[in-house]
């Protein structure tokens, strides 16, 4: 089955600094690829959306320089918190597609980032 | 492998009736379950949830249904509603203090028909 990884799982950053999470499809080619941010009481955001090769589609209020997102290949997109603060600490989670449908996607396992 | 996994990715139900979306999981030691509702360009948003110490829980018209034996469990909306038309993923995971990991379905899309 379509497997989809993130890395790393957990991490604790300074304020200031920048942090890379790593999305990659294990076992497939993913076309689209979603980035989430996981709230406190559980609903996921929709932060951007990335084509592999393309810019990507960032959502109302996502700040595209303070979030980085690059989808270099089929099976690798990163999103980078630039110059993070506590107020960035949170949960994110990102999902592939094969078709650029949001119908059936294959989400991650989630990154929690803490800044301290 | 899938630990979650939807097997029907689509749904259609005519107004009225019931809808009856379904999810098996592989992981024992999943014991927190959700379901999100998800609209067109927009995040997924939390449904309903059950732990694994109950067996049904019910939120309005949804209704939970947890089966540890069989490691299934199925959301139920009735009477489904066209605004109900939307995509449906659930979610597991296993308790772990401070942390909203979870592993989600594929989803599956309900088409409530007028």
């Known amino acids: 089955g379509a497997v989809v990884s993130q890395h790393p799982s957990r991490v604790i950053c300074k304020s200031g600094t920048s942090v890379k999470i790593e999305c990659r499809s294990l076992?497939?080619?993913?076309?689209?690829m979603f980035w989430y941010r996981q709230f406190p009481k559980k609903s996921l955001m929709l932060m951007a959306t990335?084509?592999?090769?393309?810019?990507?589609?960032?959502e109302q209020g996502v700040e595209k320089d303070k979030f980085l997102i690059n989808h270099a290949s089929l099976t690798l997109s990163t999103l980078t918190v630039t110059s993070a603060h506590p107020e960035d600490s949170s949960f994110y989670i990102c999902?592939?597609?094969?078709?650029?449908?949001?119908?059936?996607?294959?989400f991650g396992p989630g990154t929690r980032l803490t800044v301290l | 492998d899938q630990q979650v996994k939807q097997n029907s990715p689509s749904l259609s139900v005519q107004e009225g009736r019931i809808s009856i979306l379904n999810c098996d999981y592989t992981n024992s030691m999943f014991d927190y379950f959700l379901w999100y509702k998800k609209y067109p360009a927009e995040g997924p948003t939390f449904l309903i949830s059950?732990?694994?110490?109950?067996d049904k829980n019910e939120d309005g018209r949804f209704t939970v249904f947890l089966n540890k034996s069989a490691k299934h469990l199925s959301l139920h909306i009735v009477p489904s509603q066209p605004g109900d038309s939307a995509v449906y993923f659930c979610a597991a995971s296993e308790s772990e203090p401070g942390t909203y990991k979870y592993i989600f379905g594929t989803g599956t899309r309900l088409k409530v028909l007028a």
């Open positions: 076992d497939f080619q993913a076309t689209t």
């Open positions: 999902s592939a597609s094969t078709s650029g449908s949001t119908d059936t996607q294959y």
């Open positions: 990335s084509n592999e090769g393309s810019k990507a589609t960032y």
């Open positions: 059950i732990s694994s110490i109950k």
